[in-house]
């Protein structure tokens, strides 16, 4: 029964949206840690994922949901903005890091209340 529930398009979208949440703070950890090394080009989920789990979720085909992954990559579009070649600015590490709280704030907050209804159908209890 609990298996229909994880194979909804829903729980596996929102999954992949927490996984590439997941990951992307890893890499902006690793941006800021690397803030000042020479010729550190900044790095972040792939910019297409976003764009290839929305198609995937439209086409309302779980199985292509399924293989939706996000990739960390080198950011193509960062330029850099230090003597040093690096390409990683503070500043807007900074506002990507609050961004992305609040996806995975939302995701998880979404994917809580579906988990309380399902606890509440089995237990009876609202």
Do not use: C, W
């Amino acid at each position: 029964m609990l298996e229909a529930i994880y194979a909804r398009e829903s729980y596996v979208a929102l999954k992949k949206t927490l996984d590439a949440a997941v990951l992307r703070h890893q890499a902006i950890a690793s941006n800021l840690a690397n803030l000042e090394t020479p010729n550190y080009k900044r790095i972040d989920i792939s910019p297409d994922f976003e764009a290839r789990l929305q198609k995937a979720v439209g086409s309302g085909d779980v199985s292509k949901i399924f293989r939706v992954r996000p990739q960390i990559e080198a950011d193509r579009t960062a330029v850099p903005d230090a003597l040093n070649g690096n390409t990683v600015k503070m500043e807007d590490e900074l506002l990507h890091l609050q961004r992305n709280t609040l996806t995975h704030t939302f995701a998880l907050q979404v994917l809580g209340r579906s988990m309380n209804k399902i606890k509440s159908a089995i237990t009876g209890r609202v």
